[in-house]
């Protein structure tokens, strides 16, 4: 087994890899002085895909890779890494990992889906931009393939703008919390499912646009370390992962009335149907499933995974092109269609009619899932759904000790877990599930310095 990639395989200060974005939106300097932080920035969703040819795998690639806000990295459509863990602006992390693994020899592609949130999360910050960075997403990468030389990001790469994703849902929030908790909308007719493979054809899109650092007194460098993410610090938490989780039970319920389409946000849809009357109820033993969705009404799936569970939701279904799937988690029922707290976090998904996989970018906190399916008549099938857990690695039979006066002592690992995700998770959203407080007498008593007395793997 090759060494662990650390920091200290990149010994140079300066980058190889160069700060690129798609060319669609061409980053141009916006005047003398830094510009301010947009509060109406939009949602931008960037493909980046870069082609080589090697004779002969390495032993060990060292890589490393960051973007703001964040990425996620498959080679050879293989899922690679994800990230980068939240931070301060000014401090931004990158990912260490060694891509030799994932190499063969001949033809790889490196892909990389860059998510810029546009609009502060309660897991992201925007930077404060100079004259070009920091006002739009942006990724770096790069890896040392040995006598192969250097893998770097730079113009040679293809990229393109996706609009596969809206966030016109942004408008439908009320409440100063609720925007800051992840709602993806995503049309999967506007999506190529297979982008990230070797086998896509990318010859229609674009060339990388290189963006330099440009501001008073800087030099307009276009490599890390720059203005404004500082000088960019290795990650100081684990990768997360962890078990697939399934629903423990499946209801299907036929509702009476019609979704209002006008509302953009799907959590919305899914809280204004609970007010619905119930034509018939089925409980379902397992999965799959198959709905025939009425002309005049809807169907509700409503999955319990059994217990708190805290990672990405997938799903797969097999539906007509255009058939729409609004979905909603909660930590508890949903009872009230007039709530605005129990549910904010969802997805909404349009189907492209085949290859209908998909699962959602952002991490959520969850026991409840509810499911409106609509848009199209027929039948629909859900072929799955699970929660792909992302959560920090932990050692069996760990202690909790803490020299602040919380007198708790934690003695199984059954009780240690109810606080994998307030202590590892790198978001630190809203969700009860994300602070901590699925178990009963923790609370939030708990602060950080408890929490790094936690004897985690790193």
Known sequence: MSAAVTAHDFPEIRWQGHWIWVPEEPIKPSGPLSAGVNPQAPETHGLFRKTVHLDQVPDRAPARITADSRYALFVNGQGVFRG????????????????APYLQPGENVLAVYVKYYGTPKSYWMPATP?????KSGILVFEADLGAAGWLVSDASWKARKSDAWSDQWRNDIEDPVGGGVPIEVFDARRFSHDWHDAGFDDSGWGAAQVVPAMHIGGFAYTQPPTDPYGPLSPRPIAKLGGQVQTPATVQVETLDGQVDTSVASPVKRVRAAAGLHVKRTTPVERLPVTVDVPSSGMVRLNLDMG?????????????QAGTVLDLAYLEEPLKDPTSNIDVRAGTRYIARGENDRFQVFDSNGLRYAYILVHGGQGSVTLQSFAVQEQVYPWEEGARFTCGLAVGLALSHTGELAALRWHAADERGGRDRSEWGLHHPGLGTALGPRCLQSLPFQR
């Open 130 to 134: 100079n004259l070009t960075l920091g």
């Open 307 to 319: 217990h708190i569970v805290s990672g990405f939701v997938r799903f797969e279904i097999q539906a």
């Open 84 to 99: 980068p863990i939240r931070s301060q602006p000014r401090r931004l992390y990158y990912d260490l990992f060694d891509l």
